[in-house]
């Protein structure tokens, strides 16, 4: 089994693309399952100045820095064609194509659903009205519409811009009402065509069966990271509905997502935070309303790589990792950002809920909004951590808060950060054993 499947374990922004990045150093390739232009992965890495450099990928693998990694964009995912176009100049520019990244560096699954204008246009739309979730209005959620109702464009389309017209115009037809209802003109076919034909001849190149090349790597003995987008609790099915994103987020999702069986998968990794941060509306119930939530929130970066909209800010949630335990079936939990949380005197865990119902360990999913966090409080500790490349190096008081952590979530800590660089990273175990 050469499948590692990359999980966030909250509602996503864990530090996933920084961990996917470290295990590219032994993988052959990596593949997005779910989602589009929507998530956001942070990469920091050395220059050859001596310093970092940031690097933020959305619908490109992370591995695209390694420069003998493959990255793949999964059927599963939702592409907007121009966004793609310019994540790859944006890169190429800052050097990290040293060729040209058509010819076998990236490739995208001509069975990917395209994002075109109508759906952004309808995403936008909507966050302006009384029911906004909070979405980054990229057309994310009416693209995975058009998916569901059987009125979705493949990438693989472009290949015929004649039929490309025939399905736009009966998406278009679907989605009339809706635009008209909302106070927009409603585009036409030949808008959308002659939109997409600016950029079809640059992305022709990069089309292929995204399923058979995934399945070929696992078959061959390569090692393939699965590398999931936004969180757990944003999964469509076991999220915090309705304020979910519209794709799976859970491990189960990188087969579906990839065009794989499940035989290709041997581990799971969950990623989470030292503590809990949520953007968008939902129920938050370790949200921090006060000047710590506003400490974290700076110490930590906690402003979105695709939109920089501040990110909600709180303590952990040890029932919501349980819960991410069970529903991805993780084999090994990393934490990130163990240093933000230097400097403050003491650390809220929370350890159950109160409901309706009673005391429970696990997570009231259907009753966040309800539920009542019970929380310990542990002592915190004041000496700065991106140092440690070990648990023993880290203070007394971080080495228990993170052994609680380990020890309540029944899952074996393989990582933690202390830091974005790729080496403020104390590895515990090696996740390709």
Known sequence: MSG???????????????????????????????????????????????GHDKIVVRLIPSGILRPATRCVLGPGMVVDPQALLGEIDELRARGVFQDDPTTSRLLVSERAHMILPYHTLVDGLREKGAFAV???????????????????????????LDRMARHVARALDAWAPTI?????????????????????????????????????????????????????????????????TSSTAVAGGACAGSGVGPTAIGR?????????????GGPFPT????QLGERLRTAGGEFGAVTGRPRRCGWLDLPGLRYARRVNGLTDLVLTKLDVLTGLDTLDLCVAYDTPNGRVRDLPVGEL??????????????????GARSLAELPLNAQRYVERIAREVDVPLSLVSVGPQRDATIRLRDLFA
């Open 287 to 290: 949200e921090l309303h006060d």
């Open 4 to 50: 590692i499947v990359v999980v966030g374990a909250q509602w996503g922004d864990e530090g996933k693309g920084k961990i996917v990045d470290l295990l590219t150093e032994k993988a052959d390739v990596v593949v997005r399952y779910a989602g589009g232009p929507n998530a956001g992965h942070t990469l920091v890495i050395p220059n050859d100045k001596g």
């Open 268 to 280: 799971v990794i969950g990623i989470s935070k030292a503590y809990t941060t949520r953007v968008g």
């Open 134 to 160: 909070g979405t980054t209005k990229r057309g994310i959620g009416p693209a995975y519409e058009d998916k569901a109702r059987r009125s979705g464009v493949h990438v693989g389309a472009l290949r015929d």
């Open 369 to 386: 909004d309800t539920a009542k966090p019970v929380y310990e409080t542990l002592p915190g500790w004041t000496e700065k951590l991106d």
């Open 180 to 244: 008209r209802a909302l106070g927009a003109e409603v585009p036409t076919p030949e808008q959308i065509v002659a939109h997409v034909e600016k950029v079809r001849a640059r992305i022709l190149p990069l089309l292929g069966d995204g399923g058979a090349a995934v399945d070929d790597a696992v078959r061959g003995g390569q090692r393939v990271i699965f590398e999931g987008a936004q969180g757990t609790l944003l999964d469509l099915d076991h999220g915090t509905y309705p304020y979910v």
